[in-house]
């Protein structure tokens, strides 16, 4: 069974600082990683994505990821009380069944 | 940007009703998937479909089918609805295997009452 395990939260960060986000999966032939962000009451949209080992910048936004500890984070910076929002990890297997999601991350920014 | 939309953002049904639930891309994508989110579960597989006519069952097919008559339309369908078919419903569809991520409706909330 592939799992995608993240933190429950919630992850409370103060106005203007980093938030930190992490997911960890099982299935070491994972090829794709994304993370989706969901507002209360509606369904999840597409941040980011990421392939490769390293980091992926857009915006505030960065996703990083290491195939070798089976780990992928999302720092978003200079966060706003906007980006106070439930975060779901995404993880695409080797095999031809989709995406396996996480439970999800509830991050609450403090003005 | 691909649009995937959903027919119903709130739906009321009694008790042992059939339900339809309606899904539609419009971005010629070969895959579609429904879900059902409820709280501390986070988003379990249904459904999913790679192809028309085409249908796999996911984590959690009972008391649920599927329809896909037409590449851009995919169905849920409730048999025989029941309380714990509450739920908030997605669907999402995708290019190829989800390489590219999944875009969601907007979904449906279901209350069976």
């Known amino acids: 069974q592939k799992e995608v395990e993240q933190n429950s939260g919630p992850l409370s960060v103060p106005e203007g600082a980093i938030a930190s986000l992490n997911c960890t999966y099982s299935d070491r032939g994972s090829q794709s990683f994304f993370w989706y962000r969901q507002y209360s009451g509606k369904s999840p949209e597409l941040i980011m994505f990421i392939y490769s080992n390293g980091d992926k910048e857009d915006g505030r936004f960065t996703a990083q990821l290491n195939k070798a500890s089976q780990y992928v984070s999302l720092l978003i910076r200079d966060s706003q009380p906007s980006d106070s929002a439930t975060y779901l990890c995404?993880?695409?297997?080797?095999?031809?069944?989709?995406?396996?999601f996480g439970k999800g991350t509830h991050l609450i920014i403090q003005p | 940007d691909v649009k995937v939309t959903q027919s119903s953002r709130y739906l009321v049904k009694r008790t042992g009703e059939k339900v339809f639930l309606e899904c539609v891309q419009d971005?010629?994508?070969?895959?579609m998937f429904w879900y059902r989110q409820d709280p501390g579960l986070g988003l379990r597989l249904i459904y999913f479909s790679y192809d028309v006519k085409m249908k796999e069952k996911g984590d959690i097919p009972e008391g649920y089918s599927v329809s896909r008559e037409k590449k851009e339309r995919f169905s849920l369908i409730l048999e025989s609805a029941s309380t714990n078919q509450t739920s908030m419903y997605l669907c999402a569809s995708s290019q190829g295997q989800g390489g590219y991520g999944y875009t969601f409706g907007s979904g449906t909330r279901l209350t069976v009452v």
């Open positions: 971005m010629d994508h070969e895959n």
């Open positions: 995404a993880v695409r297997g080797g095999g031809a069944d989709g995406l396996t």
